[in-house]
């Protein structure tokens, strides 16, 4: 396999092809914040907080690209820490912190980028729409009993067709990879999140983890959770 | 073939047929049939002329004479007039202004005469429902050529050498853009014409795919052979129906002469081609949304790379061109890259259509070659502004391009200089804006197009764009502080770097645009609580002038609201507080008495 050499923040390494820029930084031990992007799960580029600065060969210019999705190039100049990356990332927690006012992990992120209070009307969401849910029930579990519903701002995670999902295991996984806790659950088991599973499905173990629940303290058996 | 001593040209596209002109049309029919003209007078039904604005027209050929605004009811005089006893009439040919002479030939008037037409070079020309009048108009032939004479690499080495650029809006070059999907090795590749075209005001290409469907198809089977992709999709919005049924009879009739299929021209060569119609989502317009839509998913974008170039339709490497750079590329291989070449301007080649819209007196659209000023397309070709009001800007590139302002009307229009002045080419809409236009009005407006049309995937284009209009709302509610405007300017800047997309990335261009060349028009909002251009309501007072008023009752009787008081030959008076701002009372007195401040 063809081998990749790059600078990242001054430091020369050479990774396969295909590698991200995300994943070559923690090779190096630099860390780059993310919100939406998971080891186990395809990228997916959609928080945005992971934008660093590229440039390759001879451009004079660098471009601002989410590190998470861009796979590495022959030469490429990376840097992941400038007062640019800062500020973006500072605006773009802002809008977070607008929308999840309530999170405590969005409030110390957006603490390291010193933003402590946003300068538009809070709103009193917790999830920030990073598919992580979405993505883990579809790419590990195979259940997919959530996607997004709408478009815009009316996005929102749903079971198919907004009605309780026969498919869902509650196996817990969509809870162990949210990044803000907006996923609970009791909340699974009881609609009101959305995404619900059946009440009448008998509850399955993890496909992949198999003989352990997801979370330690979660219940061995899942037909508790269901209300009666 | 019947041969006729005169064709009528009877313009059938989408803005005409609005105009009746299917009712003149059989008007037409039923009066050549009365006077025994049947023989020698054919009526074809073409596609659109482009002079919208004076819709229904017709051209009389050979002799080249334009009518304009044709109604069932003139229809036996005209017949009777010119077909019969060869005197044109006069009064329905197009004037400039009034008490000016007509002007009988098309090629005379100043909406065509300054066009150079090569997309559309066969508009108004033939019968699009017709593929042997493409045929008879050298259709074919490029697509001939190469499968004849040509290699792939042949092909993209002229295309590249003609400098064509993508038309869709980025204006990448088009010849490397093939070059990239002929080099990546697959069994199955394809090729897709993006007709989501969703700007409100653009009609460039539902035009081109109505009125000569085969370009399309021809441009599209010559970009397959050069990439080798064997499977094509048109991708058309379902609000397009005369475009979808025409495309789709174009097809049908390339698959009946064996032009689509196995074995074109005899040649190592299939292709086969699909229509797939869009549900109406603008952000499908871009590619990887677009190809996520055919694929039957969400029509939302994901990160490039990979490109689909490499990974696109399936995983298969595809090739997505617009409607208008396909329709270019029949003519680039038979008049040669050297010709195409030679129009335009060092960076940009070729034409462009445009579809002039807003504050125009000659609505409608043209295709001019790059370089044109902006001052040309819409003094010369669009007859200036209407009412003798004042141009204050023109937004190109659609809802996420830029406004112009009047000091940069003689930019010369190509994809750099729209872009140096904040502005973006875009798939090529124009829309004009007098001095009754309030800047900050319209960048709320595509603003909110915008937020309602973001897929909502990542955060700076689903959040940003929705912060962006809160803080819009307040200015023009008249909550504005000059702090907002700060914070605009810097949200602006995060959305345009951090988005996904192009659709977030260009979305704060009005903002932007608006914030650089009429920065003066917030301030007022702001600091003076006031809107300069008189539109944004919370900000404007209706007051009656009681020296002017004459107390003929007028506005009294049309204010929706009952809030305007007084006696027959008194001054009237309005009461704030019931008053809704409508402005009935201000278009209705004769006597400039109603102020609106």
């Known amino acids: 396999m063809m081998t990749i050499k790059l600078k990242i923040d001054k430091q020369d390494i050479e990774v396969p092809e295909g590698t991200t820029i995300l994943e070559a930084a923690r090779m190096l031990g630099i860390r780059i914040p993310t919100l939406c992007h998971h080891e186990a799960l395809k990228p997916y580029g959609a928080c945005r907080i992971c934008l660093v600065e590229v440039r390759a060969g001879t451009a004079r210019a660098s471009t601002l690209v989410a590190s998470c999705v861009f796979p590495v190039r022959q030469g490429l100049e990376v840097t992941t820490d400038s007062d640019e990356i800062r500020e973006v990332r500072a605006g773009l927690l802002e809008l977070l912190l607008a929308r999840c006012p309530g999170s405590r992990q969005i409030r110390e992120l957006a603490g390291e980028f010193g933003v402590h209070e946003t300068p538009y009307t809070p709103r009193d969401h917790l999830c920030i729409l990073c598919g992580l849910c979405v993505r883990v029930c579809d790419e590990i579990v195979g259940a997919r009993a959530i996607d997004f519903s709408f478009r815009g701002q009316a996005l929102d995670v749903k079971p198919p067709l907004l009605t309780p999902a026969g498919t869902c295991i509650a196996c817990g996984t969509c809870t162990t990879v949210c990044p803000t806790e907006a996923v609970k659950l009791e909340e699974i088991a009881r609609v009101p999140y959305g995404h619900a599973v059946s009440e009448t499905h008998p509850g399955e173990r993890c496909r992949v983890c198999g003989t352990h629940p997801t979370k330690p303290e979660f219940p061995a058996n899942y037909d508790d959770w269901f209300p009666k | 073939m019947k041969t006729c001593r005169t064709h009528l040209l009877l313009c059938a596209g989408t803005g005409c047929v609005s105009n009746g002109a299917f009712e003149v049309m059989r008007s037409l029919e039923e009066e050549i049939k009365r006077h025994n003209l049947t023989e020698e007078v054919s009526i074809v039904a073409t596609g659109c002329n482009g002079f919208c604005e004076r819709g229904p027209t017709m051209v009389v050929q050979p002799d080249g004479i334009f009518y304009q605004r044709l109604t069932v009811d003139k229809v036996p005089h005209l017949v009777e007039e010119h077909f019969l006893k060869g005197r044109p009439v006069k009064e329905l040919m197009y004037t400039e202004a009034k008490g000016r002479p007509p002007v009988p030939r098309m090629n005379d008037i100043e909406f065509f005469r300054h066009q150079v037409l090569i997309a559309l070079r066969n508009r108004g020309r033939i019968d699009p429902e017709k593929i042997d009048e493409y045929i008879a108009n050298d259709g074919y032939a490029g697509l001939a050529r190469i499968l004849k004479e040509m290699s792939p690499e042949e092909v993209i080495s002229q295309i590249k050498k003609s400098g064509l650029r993508g038309r869709g809006g980025a204006g990448f070059p088009t010849g490397m853009k093939w070059e990239f999907a002929r080099r990546s090795a697959a069994d199955l590749k394809y090729i897709v014409c993006n007709a989501d075209e969703g700007d409100p005001g653009a009609f460039m290409d539902r035009s081109i795919l109505e009125a000569d469907p085969h370009s399309v198809l021809e441009g599209m089977l010559i970009g397959a052979y050069a990439i080798g992709a ?127 819209v807003g504050k125009v007196e000659n609505t409608g659209l043209v295709e001019v070659p790059m370089g044109i000023t902006l001052r040309k397309i819409i003094f010369d070709i669009g007859g200036g502004i209407p009412g003798g009001k004042r141009f204050k800007a023109v937004q190109t590139g659609g809802p996420s391009g830029g406004c112009i302002p009047e000091n940069k009307l003689d930019l010369e229009v190509d994809y750099e200089q729209l872009a140096e002045a904040g502005a973006i080419m875009g798939s090529g809409g124009l829309i004009v804006m007098d001095e009754d236009t309030c800047m900050v009005d319209l960048a709320r407006y595509f603003l909110a197009f915008l937020e309602d049309e973001s897929c909502g995937k990542c955060v700076p284009c689903r959040e940003g764009l929705q912060r962006m209009h809160e803080i819009l709302d307040d200015i023009t509610e008249g909550r504005g502080t000059m702090d907002h405007l700060v914070l605009l300017e810097r949200l602006a800047n995060t959305v345009k770097k951090a988005s996904l997309c192009a659709l977030g990335s260009t979305a704060p261009n009005p903002v932007l645009t608006t914030l650089r060349y009429f920065r003066d028009e917030y301030e007022s909002h702001i600091n003076e609580g006031r809107c300069p251009a008189g539109v944004c309501k919370a900000l404007i007072r209706f007051s009656i002038d009681p020296e002017a008023c004459t107390g003929c009752t007028a506005c009294r009787k049309v204010c929706p609201t009952d809030c305007i008081a007084g006696e027959r030959k008194q001054p009237h008076k309005i009461d704030p507080d019931r008053c809704i701002k409508c402005g009935a009372c201000h278009e209705v007195c004769k006597f400039n008495a109603v102020r609106k401040t």
Do not use: Q
């Not at chain 2, 074995?263 to 499908?284: E, K, M, N, T, Y």
């Not at chain 2, 208008?324 to 129009?343: C, H, K």
């Open chain 2, 230 to 356: 064997s499977r094509g999709f048109i991708y058309i919005r379902e609000e397009y129906p005369l475009a979808v049924e025409r495309i789709k009879r174009a097809i049908r009739a390339a698959e009946e002469y064996g032009l689509l299929g196995e074995r074109i021209f005899g040649a190592a060569f299939d292709f086969s081609l699909r229509v797939v119609r869009g549900a109406g989502a603008f952000v499908c317009g871009e590619e990887t949304a677009l190809m996520a839509s055919i694929e039957g998913k969400m029509g939302r974008p994901r990160p490039r790379p990979p490109f689909p170039a490499e990974s696109g339709l399936w995983g298969c490497p595809t090739n997505i061109n617009n409607v208008e750079t396909w329709s270019n590329v029949p003519v680039i291989i038979l008049r040669g890259a050297d010709w195409y070449s030679s129009i335009g301007t060092p960076s940009s080649k070729g034409t462009k259509v445009f579809s002039v």
